[in-house]
C-alpha cells in the first residue's frame, strides 16, 4: 500500500556533527521515508523540530538540490538574504551550487513538522557560519582540512 505508516518507520534525533556543533539538532527528530517506500531516486524526510531547535547547522550542499514544504507549526528560514518564516504549505528550494547557506530554526514554543526532499550528494557540504566542512567521502573536518 503505498500509504505510509509513520508510526511505523523509526524516528530519530541522530546527528553526525563533532559534539561542538551538535547543539542545536538534539530537538531535530526525522524518520527516513525513502528507505521505508522504497524510492531510491531521491530521499525524503518527515522531520519535527521542538521549540528552539534547528534542521542543520547553516549550509549549502555544491552536488545537491534540496526542498522542504512545511507541514504545520513555524519556522524561520535563515539564509543569505535573510529570515523568512516559514507555515504549513509553504515551500521553500535550495539549488545545488548556489553557495546560500540555509537553516530552519523553531524560535516558537511549539513544535513545527516539515518533509525535507533531496538526493544525497558526494559532493561537498559547506558551513559558512562555523569552522566546518564536509568534504565528500571524508567526514567532518575543519575548513583547514584538519579533523576533529
Known amino acids: ?8 518507520i523509526p ?11 551538535a ?7 526525522y524518520r527516513r521515508l525513502a528507505p521505508a517506500s522504497g524510492i531510491t531516486d531521491f530521499g525524503y524526510s518527515h522531520v519535527t523540530l521542538e521549540p528552539g531547535a534547528w534542521s542543520a547547522q547553516r549550509h549549502w550542499h ?3 538540490d534540496e526542498f522542504v514544504v512545511m507541514l504545520s507549526g513555524e519556522a524561520v528560514l535563515v539564509d543569505d538574504g535573510g529570515e523568512t518564516i516559514m507555515r504549513p504549505g ?4 535550495f539549488p545545488k551550487n548556489d553557495g546560500n547557506g540555509h537553516v530552519l530554526q523553531n ?3 511549539t ?6 526532499v533531496g538526493k544525497p550528494s558526494v559532493t561537498d557540504c559547506h558551513y559558512p557560519d562555523i569552522d566546518m566542512h564536509l568534504p ?8 583547514d582540512g584538519s579533523g576533529f
Do not use: H, S
Request: net charge neutral; aromatic share 10%.
Open 111 to 116: 513544535p513545527c513538522v516539515y518533509i525535507a
Open 23 to 29: 547543539g542545536p539538532v538534539q530537538g531535530r527528530w
Open 107 to 109: 524560535r516558537g514554543d
Open 62 to 64: 555544491q552536488g545537491e
Open 90 to 93: 509553504d515551500v521553500a528550494a
Open 1 to 8: 500500500m503505498p500509504k505510509l505508516d509513520l508510526d511505523a
Open 11 to 21: 524516528q530519530t534525533n541522530a546527528t553526525g556533527y563533532p559534539p561542538e556543533f
Open 136 to 143: 565528500a567521502g571524508q567526514g567532518f573536518r575543519r575548513k
